[in-house]
């Protein structure tokens, strides 16, 4: 893959388009665990790639493209998400995307949406850091994309969980108060 790397560094389309192809599946499940919104992430997913497009040349290590990939798109979701609405709002169950996630084998399709709505209206800080790290990054590295130090990604993780669980526990109440 380096070669690949390298000859699309070198303006190569078609190496470039293999880049694509090879990572796509990564950057759009990155970009769906930052936002869990379907209308952005096909979008974000399509501007990160025109931003590898344009910042390849500077990649120094093409070793290290996979850890400059997540920062790019760190980046672009990060700025794409802070000129969206502030307002999150919750996903309509016909609009959740067909693709699963580990989570949906543990819970039902209704849990799945719960806790994908409630994930939307979690801190971007919390929920960025709690997305790359459910796509397998350490916690080192996740620092390395987010530009911060590896405890304070440790206490996003553990902020982004202890909220999570709290914010389930109170929609599960408010639901058994209604009944």
Known sequence: MTGTIIRARSGDPEAFESLVRAYEDVVRRTVWRMCYRPDLTQDITQEVFLQVWKRLPQLREPEAFLSWLYKVTYSVATRFLSRESSQQTAMPEERLPREQG???SLVSREGIKTIRDELARMDARYRVALGLYLEGLSY???????????RTVETRLRRARRGLQE?????????????
């Open 167 to 179: 914010r389930l526990a109170a929609r599960e109440r408010s639901e058994q108060d209604a009944r």
């Open 102 to 104: 580990p989570e949906e």
């Open 140 to 150: 080192d590295e996740i620092a390395r994309v987010m530009g911060v130090p590896a």
